[in-house]
């Protein structure tokens, strides 16, 4: 008889193991606050730390935007599209250049960090200390692209610091204003430590973080001594939802306020609920392609040129984007601002790409495009197109689907894909840092080193030159010689789309960051 | 009893060389699928940084070298820092693995509560109408995709009714649509086996011996045939914990249910392979553990056989 019994004890085991954990779990149902209402986002991902330095991917920056402040504001949506580029005084009240590569910045008084300390010269000191962005070893090695220009930053008094940098470097300010430039407090971090305060950062921004969790959600809570003024929710929930299906169910049933990441391809279908309104933006990024300098066909620059010119670009745009991606002018975007070179285009002209053929005595030899299936947007789709542009000039193209970047870069390689942000709103801050002698492409001689030298010797001189009009020229120059040279090309400016209720005041900027300060964040009354 | 000794010794011996051979393909073919510093780093990152992240997380060494490293720190009980946060593996393991045991474990309970209700009552109905309507829908439900599944959910209880929550595991209401998703499949497939099951011991001797000496029938179904259907119901129940933890990738991803499936979901596509590591390595020694435990109850709750030759010791 010993079967049946035991065969009751293990259903009541099995039953009471599986019901244990429910009843620990408990009844947390989260309580609206009375007032300010919560604000709930479900992004496809959360970063796995809230140090912004450490964290510089669309998904952390979502976040860490709103935790964080930088000494300068780059007032993003002083301009309709987002792209904004003009700069405002924020952490710092004004800033002042005593030579090319010195400036003095004045510190708002009375700003309150999270726990209560005032923000001075010292946190700035701090987080722009030799070790932490930038020196010979620095704690965050992803700082030194926009921090390793520095020489010093010094404590001029409680209120006032002084940047120095190592070459005359007329972006300062908007590096100031940008990624890797959020202030951090230094006695927190000091006492917390690194891992510690990465996970739970003190900072003077609109909310605090409560908690966060990579793989569930981030909660942030209205910080009521914010210097500019009251934020407009209690609390800021970044919910982690991969499911695109989840995240538009959970927005239309009034779970979240707003959902990120629809894609192109869902952008009318999620439009159609009536209390919903898909914002989109074009992002100050570009897909581009990369010509493999080493291959031997393509090492001659005007089959190179050929490619480029054989891409409809505006096609693409139209099909896979609903018309709403740009074809930028080149490697030149408007937020350049003086130094935007007006009326450059990238032109689609089949005919220059059979004569090129023609001329390089091009004999039909296969050039083969490799791709990532999902790594980029629409990349797959826009691949299939391109071949069939290709072929239509006469180019013997093929599609390779490759899984991940080293295979699409390892040997073989001809045509690959890739993307090149716009970092800070300069030539030297897009174009010279992905194609420049630091970047991968002439680091691994994908741009063969006598094509680019051109280039480079142009590059070298913009980053030195402080008079507006030289930089202009050089600028031209750099474009001319990245066109003629071709060791590229540009695709398009793709968008990225939210959804938010509609009655909810926001706006998306042009990069991910994600503004819920207090001007950028309005309920309904 | 020197050969049950033998036999848990050897079981031991398997269990160990089921880990290393699992932690040894993980280790490979991630090795072979991707570089971290390409997939965590934005694309414009200089070849110099990138150098600099690679050597800090010790994939600037040769692949013998990092594996023997690996291996020589996992033997002691680390299992290294996850490169995306540098939080210790291991601790990113143990936090998210009580979600999917309450996850799966939920899951496992509703799949035995409807699946052996159904599967019993089919055998008891033996080629009614009754008998192929459950089976049709216990293939229905074991047939259907756990994403497809998953998605027509929400659509109904979160788009349509507003009833339930889609995402995360903020409240015990949280708890039910991934559960209900990951035990469906589940479900169909302890239907039909306890349908099989009973079916099989209803034909036996000792059941017609109950009958003859005038025990009713809820008695013979309850005291004779149940408990001889369990046997081979419990052999299946160690294969099914290993679906469940699978399915629950899926689930946890649908879901947004934080648990051990998306953090092994999230850690690939990162190539974090610490973190991959130890969460591959945690679900083997789950699963190692439950035939093990299975092996040990069975040679318990059947009499005719021994410890020793269910651990697959000799005899």
Known sequence: MIPFDLALDRRRFLAGTALAPLALSGLAAPASAAGRPTFTVAVADLPATLEPARELSNVGTRVTYSIFDTLIRRDFLGSPDGGGSKLKPHLATEWKRVSPSELIVTLRQGVKFHNGDELTADDVAYTFRNGRLWGEKPQIPAGRPYFGILAGCEVLDRYTVRFLTRVPDVLLEQRLASWCAWIVNKRAYEEMGFEAYSKRPIATGPYKVVSHAENDATVLAAFDDYFLGRPTAEKVIFKSVPELAARVAGLVAGEFDLITNVPPDQVETVGRYPDIEVRSVVLANSHVLVFDNHDPVLADKRIRRALAAAIDRQKLVDTLWLGKAVVPGSHNYPEYGDMYVEGRKLAHDPDLARSLLKEAGYKGEKIVYRTQANYYTNALEAAQVLVEMWKAVGINADLQVVESSPQMRGPGAQIYNWSNSTRLPDPLGALWIAWGPGGEVQASKVWAPESAAKFNEYGRALEAATDPAERKALFVHMLDEWEGEAPGTILYQPFEAYAVKRSIGWRPTTFYFMDLRPDNLIFPK | ?315
Not at chain 2, 45 to 64: H, K, M, N, Q, S
Not at chain 2, 187 to 193: E, I, P, S, Y
Not at chain 2, 216 to 234: D, E, K, M, S
Request: proline share 7%; charged share 15%.
């Open chain 2, 1 to 315: 009893m020197p050969s049950t000794l033998l036999a848990i010794a050897l079981r031991a011996i398997r269990a160990v060389v089921t880990l290393l051979l699992c932690v040894t393909i993980v280790f490979v073919a991630l090795r072979a699928a991707g570089d971290p510093a390409e997939q965590m780093l934005p694309p414009e990152t200089p070849p110099d940084v990138r150098a600099e992240y690679r050597a800090a997380w010790g994939l600037d060494r040769p692949i013998p070298a990092q594996y023997a490293t690996w291996l020589t720190r996992v033997v002691e009980g680390d299992f290294g820092r996850s490169f995306s946060d540098d939080a210790p593996a291991f601790d990113v393991v143990v936090e998210a693995l009580p979600r999917t045991l309450l996850l799966g474990g939920t899951a496992l309970f509703l799949a035995l509560l409807a699946g052996l209700t159904a599967g019993v009552a089919a055998a008891l109905r033996h080629d009614t109408f009754a008998d192929r309507a459950l089976m049709g829908v216990a293939v229905l439900g074991y047939s259907m995709p756990v994403f497809f599944l998953g998605i027509l959910l929400i659509l109904l209880f979160v788009l349509h009714l507003r009833m339930l929550p889609s995402s995360g595991a903020s409240t015990p209401l949280h708890l039910i649509l991934p559960a209900v998703t990951l035990a469906l499949p589940l479900t169909g497939r302890v239907a039909r086996f306890a349908r099989t099951a009973t079916l099989e011991v209803m034909g036996r001797p000792f059941i017609r011996a109950a009958r003859a000496k005038g025990l009713g029938r809820i008695a013979v179904i309850v005291r004779h045939a149940l408990p001889n259907a369990a046997i081979p119901l419990l052999m299946f129940l160690g294969i099914e914990v290993g679906l469940a933890l699978s399915g629950a990738v899926v689930t946890e991803t649908i879901f947004a249910w934080p648990g051990l499936g998306r953090l092994l979901v999230k850690s690939v596509t990162l190539r974090d392979l610490p973190v991959v590591q130890a969460v591959i390595l945690t679900v083997t020694a789950i699963i190692v553990a439950s035939n093990l435990l299975v092996d040990v109850l069975h040679a318990f709750a059947d009499p005719k056989v021994e410890l020793a030759r269910t651990l697959g010791g000799g005899r």
